[in-house]
């Protein structure tokens, strides 16, 4: 699954190359011109990393900034400024920002760090344990004492992203787009079915979840023993 990146910036001619390059190399991008517009886009696209200028119309990077930062479920974040002032650096890693690039900057040096800051803050997992289940998703299978449990490909997904988040809530909203890939989310009990499917597979009591729980109205979330 693509990582996810929304780029923060009032230079249209900085965001459209940022854009370009960011595709090319397999990112989905979406593009925020303003403040106020980049905390909007950050709840409907849901990025894994945002990009963002900290000279912004409507509100402040240094305001976008702490308001991401101040969720539970939060992107990571690289501030661009043409501003050189290591006040401004100090305050924005305190806000929470994950690294800090100053422009003009090179294209290679900035994907290696957009690499760097997924890495760390996205880590690959290789395998989970549910009880007596082992989830392994380089292989895509699920064990029971060495038996196939029988799980779909898409139950893989959802207990990957929900395993990438463990002991956080993962919407339905967002699982509707990772896992199902819909770019506007319609009104549907898809995501619930599923997981009443799941739960059937890998919960001891499918009725009194133990490790697939229900966040109420929000969505689910993954606990490991």
């Known amino acids: 699954m693509a990582k996810r990146l929304l780029v923060v910036e009032d230079d249209v001619a900085i965001s459209r190359v940022l854009y370009d390059n960011l595709v090319y190399e397999g990112f989905q991008v979406e593009c925020a011109a303003d403040g106020r517009q980049a905390l909007v886009k950050a709840q409907t ?56 690039v100053t422009k003009p900057f090179a294209l290679d040096e900035l994907l290696a760090r957009v690499n760097a800051v997924l890495r760390r803050s996205h880590p690959q997992l290789a395998s989970i344990v549910i009880g007596p289940i082992v989830v392994d998703f380089r292989t895509s299978r699920a064990l029971r004492n060495g038996v196939d449990c029988g799980l779909r490909p898409r139950e893989i997904e959802i207990l990957r992203h929900l395993a990438d988040r463990q002991g956080k809530i993962v919407t339905r909203e967002e699982l509707l787009r990772l896992v199902w890939g819909y770019d506007h989310v319609p009104m549907t009990r898809t995501v619930d079915i599923a997981i009443a499917r799941l739960r059937r597979k890998i919960e001891p009591d499918p009725h009194h979840p133990q490790f697939l729980r229900t966040a109420h109205r929000d969505g689910y979330s993954l606990t490991l023993s």
């Open 45 to 100: 696209f849901v990025p894994d990393l945002v990009l963002l200028d900290l000279m912004l119309p409507e509100r402040s990077g240094f305001e976008v900034c702490e308001a991401m930062c101040s969720k539970s479920q939060r992107p990571a974040i690289i501030v661009l400024t043409a501003r050189r002032d290591d006040g401004d650096k100090v305050r924005a890693l305190n806000l929470g920002a994950d690294d800090y």
